[in-house]
């Protein structure tokens, strides 16, 4: 039977752990070729070894995806590996509580930058390799914070409504 990800070239981010690993394993499972963009670098190259040794094909990038450098080092090796850019997960994702009054700036910026920064920087340096095979697939992850946010959540709630 074939697979349905046989020949495509798939970026899952956050893919280390959680829903993230989960998709990784299940495209590798279809035939696609994954690249696991985390920071936790452990993990994640703990994941791609797992997806080899079962005779699939996968890397880690290892880094923050919030930082430009990074995604294009994730387009770049992906490019290298598998020939380009098919499929693009942006899955990643973080949340910390607190209120508007209370929350530090840090904490926002990093919830935004992990959250809403990262997806424009990975579609910004995907989409110009999807489209030279004609065409891709991108998806976000959000959240239902998204639609009907609870309190104590306005960075994650914001950052997922951009998503
Ligand atoms: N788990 C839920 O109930 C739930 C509900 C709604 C939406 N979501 C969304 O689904 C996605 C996955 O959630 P999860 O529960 O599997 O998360 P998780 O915390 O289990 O995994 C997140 C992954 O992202 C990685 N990561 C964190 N910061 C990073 C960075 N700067 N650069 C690269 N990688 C980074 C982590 O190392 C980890 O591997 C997130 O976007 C989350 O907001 C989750």
């Given at each position: 039977m074939s697979k349905r990800f046989e020949g495509k070239a798939v970026i899952v981010t956050?893919?280390?752990?959680g829903i993230g690993r989960a998709a990784a394993l299940a495209f590798a499972r279809e035939g696609g070729s994954v690249t696991i963009a985390d920071v936790d670098g452990a993990a994640g190259s703990a994941l791609a070894a797992e997806i080899n040794a079962s005779g699939g094909q996968a890397i880690c990038v290892a880094g923050d995806i919030a930082q430009a450098s990074t995604v294009q080092q994730v387009v770049a090796e992906t490019v290298h590996a598998?020939?380009?850019?098919?499929v693009l997960y942006n899955n990643a994702g973080v949340v910390k509580y607190g209120t508007v009054v209370d929350m530090p700036v840090e904490d926002w910026d990093w919830i935004i930058g992990i959250n809403l920064r990262a997806s424009f920087l990975t579609c910004k340096y995907a989409i110009p390799e999807m489209r030279k095979r004609g065409g891709g697939a991108i998806v976000n992850t959000a959240s239902v914070q998204a639609f009907a946010s609870q309190q104590t959540v306005a960075a994650y709630a914001a950052s997922k409504g951009g998503s």
């Amino acid at each position: 039977m074939s697979k349905r990800f046989e020949g495509k070239a798939v970026i899952v981010t956050g893919a280390a752990k959680g829903i993230g690993r989960a998709a990784a394993l299940a495209f590798a499972r279809e035939g696609g070729s994954v690249t696991i963009a985390d920071v936790d670098g452990a993990a994640g190259s703990a994941l791609a070894a797992e997806i080899n040794a079962s005779g699939g094909q996968a890397i880690c990038v290892a880094g923050d995806i919030a930082q430009a450098s990074t995604v294009q080092q994730v387009v770049a090796e992906t490019v290298h590996a598998f020939g380009g850019v098919d499929v693009l997960y942006n899955n990643a994702g973080v949340v910390k509580y607190g209120t508007v009054v209370d929350m530090p700036v840090e904490d926002w910026d990093w919830i935004i930058g992990i959250n809403l920064r990262a997806s424009f920087l990975t579609c910004k340096y995907a989409i110009p390799e999807m489209r030279k095979r004609g065409g891709g697939a991108i998806v976000n992850t959000a959240s239902v914070q998204a639609f009907a946010s609870q309190q104590t959540v306005a960075a994650y709630a914001a950052s997922k409504g951009g998503s």
